[in-house]
C-alpha cells in the first residue's frame, strides 16, 4: 500500500469514527432524557457531526474538538431541556468515558496485532514500506472494527440499565460522573504515554511495560462494569425512595380518608339526633303557644334555625364522603376571604374513596395558593362533567403568579414548601403527583395549564376502561 492509499484509508477511518461516535451519543441522550424530541435532536446530532467532521479538518488537538462540542450540547441542552442541564453533563461525560474505555481496549488489541505482523515483515525487501503501510492499515482498520463494536455494545447495555432518570440533581450528577472521569483520566494518560521522545531515543510504553496490554483492557472492563452497577443500583436507590415516598403519602392520605369519613358520621349522627329531638321541640312551642308567649317562640324558632344551618350542607353531591369534603374545603375557604364555587354531582362511578383522594389534593393546593393573596382576591372553582365513560374535573383558582410553575407536558409545579424529612420524603409539593398516579390509575391524565395569575387543573378518569380491566 502507497503512503496515499494509507492516509486515504485513514482518513476514511477517522471519518467512520465520527459518524459512530454521533450515533451512540444520539442513542445515549435519547436514552437519558426519555422525551419525545426525537426528530429534534437528530437534525442536532447531525449538525454536530457535521461541525466534529469540520474542526477535524482545523489543525487542532482532539480535545479541542470534543470541549467545544460539548459545550455547543450544553447551550443546546439549556435551550431545548432548561432545568436538566446536570443531566446534559452526565450524558457527555458517559459518551466521553465509553469512547476512552473502547480506545483503550481496541488500541491494545491493535498494537499486539500490528506488532505480529510487523515482525514477519523482511526489512531488506524492496517492498518493505508498503507492506508496513499496508499492517499498519489492516491494524488500523481492525482496531476501528473492534472500537465500534466495544462502543456500540457498552451503549447499548448502558440504554438497557438507564430506565429513564428524571431531573437529576447536581450531587448525583457527581456521584455519577466519577468513573466516567477516572475513565477519561486514564485514557488521556495512557495516550500520553505510549510514545514519548527522550533526547535520541524515545519510550514505548507497551515494549517498555509488555503486561500492559492485558491491564490496560482490563481496567477500562472493571471502570465499565462499575459505572453500569453505579447507575443500576442508584435507580434502584430512587426506587426505594419513591416506594417509601408513596407509602409514606399513601398512609397520609388514608388518615385524611377517615378523619373525613368520621366528620361525615358525626354530621348524620347530629342529624339523627336532632330529629329524635324534634318532638320535643314541637312540645315546648306548644307549650308557648298555649301560654301565650309569642316572643319567647319566636327566639326559640330562631335558636333551633341557628342549629338547623350548622348541620345544612351548602353543597348536596350525592354522596357523604364528597358532601363532607367539598363543604370543608368551602367552609375553609369562606373563612379566609376565598370565593368557593361547587358544581359536582358524585354518581359512584369509581371508588370514594379514590375519588376523595384527587378532590383533598386538589382543593387544598388550591386553598393554599389562595392563601397567599390578600382576602377577597382569590376564588376557586370545582366542576365535575362527564362525557360518555369519561369524567372530566376541572379545579380553577387564582394564585400570586410568583410561584415557579413548569407546565411543559403538564407536569406539576415545583414545591414551595419544606420537608419533615428532608432528603429522605417530600411530605409537600407531592400532591399533584398523587392525583396523576390516581389518574393514570383509571386510565386517564391531569392537564395544567396556568393563564396569568389562574391555575387550572383538568383531571380525566375513564370509569369504563377501569370496569373492563377489572372484568379480564
Same mark, same amino acid.
Given at each position: ?244 415516598? @408513596? ?129 377577597? @382576591? ?95
Amino acid at each position: 500500500m502507497s503512503q496515499s492509499g494509507f492516509e486515504m484509508a485513514n482518513n476514511i477511518l477517522d471519518m467512520w469514527k465520527i459518524i459512530i461516535q454521533a450515533i451512540m451519543f444520539l442513542v445515549l441522550w435519547a436514552t437519558a432524557f426519555n422525551v419525545k424530541k426525537g426528530k429534534r435532536d437528530g437534525i442536532a446530532a447531525v449538525i454536530f457531526m457535521l461541525a466534529n467532521m469540520g474542526l477535524w479538518f482545523l489543525p487542532c488537538a482532539s480535545w479541542v474538538r470534543y470541549a467545544v462540542l460539548a459545550l455547543a450540547i450544553l447551550g443546546y441542552g439549556a435551550v431545548n431541556y432548561k432545568k436538566q442541564i446536570g443531566k446534559a453533563v452526565f450524558v457527555i461525560l458517559g459518551f466521553y468515558n465509553l469512547h476512552c474505555l473502547s480506545f483503550l481496549i481496541a488500541n491494545s488489541i491493535y498494537i499486539k496485532i500490528t506488532d505480529m505482523m510487523m515482525k514477519d515483515l523482511d526489512a531488506l525487501s524492496g517492498n518493505y514500506q508498503q507492506q508496513v503501510y499496508h499492517c499498519i492499515a489492516v491494524g488500523m482498520a481492525l482496531s476501528v472494527f473492534l472500537y465500534t463494536a466495544l462502543f456500540v455494545a457498552m451503549t447499548v447495555i448502558l440504554r438497557s440499565i438507564i430506565k429513564g432518570t428524571g431531573i437529576m440533581a447536581w450531587q448525583d450528577v457527581f456521584l455519577l460522573s466519577v468513573l466516567n472521569f477516572v475513565g477519561s483520566l486514564i485514557a488521556g494518560v495512557v495516550s500520553g504515554l505510549l510514545i514519548v521522545n527522550i533526547g535520541s531515543g524515545a519510550f514505548i510504553l507497551f515494549d517498555e511495560k509488555p503486561d500492559l496490554l492485558w491491564k490496560v483492557p482490563m481496567i477500562a472492563v472493571f471502570i465499565f462494569a462499575g459505572e453500569a452497577a453505579l447507575i443500576y443500583f442508584w435507580q434502584r436507590y430512587r426506587i426505594l425512595l419513591d416506594e417509601r415516598q @408513596k407509602h409514606f403519602v399513601e398512609e397520609q392520605q388514608v388518615k385524611a380518608m377517615k378523619k373525613r369519613l368520621e366528620e361525615a358520621e358525626n354530621f348524620y349522627g347530629s342529624i339523627r339526633k336532632v330529629r329524635h329531638e324534634m318532638k320535643n321541640h314541637m312540645a315546648n312551642i306548644k307549650g308557648l303557644a298555649g301560654a301565650g308567649e309569642y316572643g319567647e317562640i319566636e327566639d326559640y324558632v330562631r335558636r333551633m334555625d341557628e342549629t338547623m344551618q350548622e348541620l345544612e350542607y351548602k353543597y348536596v353531591t350525592g354522596n357523604a364522603v364528597t358532601d363532607v369534603i367539598i363543604n370543608d374545603k368551602c367552609r375553609r375557604a369562606e373563612k379566609a376571604g376565598i370565593r368557593f364555587e361547587a358544581d359536582f354531582r358524585y354518581g359512584g362511578e369509581i371508588p370514594v374513596f379514590d375519588m376523595g383522594i384527587i378532590l383533598n389534593n386538589l382543593l387544598d393546593n388550591a386553598i393554599e395558593a389562595c392563601e397567599k393573596l390578600e382576602p377577597g @382576591k382569590g376564588f376557586i372553582s370545582l366542576v365535575l362533567k362527564r362525557k360518555k365513560q369519561f369524567l372530566l374535573l376541572d379545579v380553577e383558582n387564582s394564585f400570586d403568579g410568583a410561584v415557579p410553575v413548569q407546565v411543559r407536558g403538564g407536569s406539576a409545579p415545583p414545591t414551595t414548601k419544606q420537608s419533615t424529612l428532608p432528603g429522605i420524603i417530600t411530605e409537600h409539593g407531592i400532591g399533584l403527583s398523587n392525583v396523576r398516579e390516581m389518574a393514570e390509575r383509571y386510565f386517564g391524565g391531569v392537564n395544567i395549564k396556568v393563564k396569568g395569575d389562574v391555575f387550572h387543573v383538568t383531571v380525566m378518569l375513564q370509569q369504563g376502561e377501569v370496569e373492563a380491566e377489572k372484568n379480564k
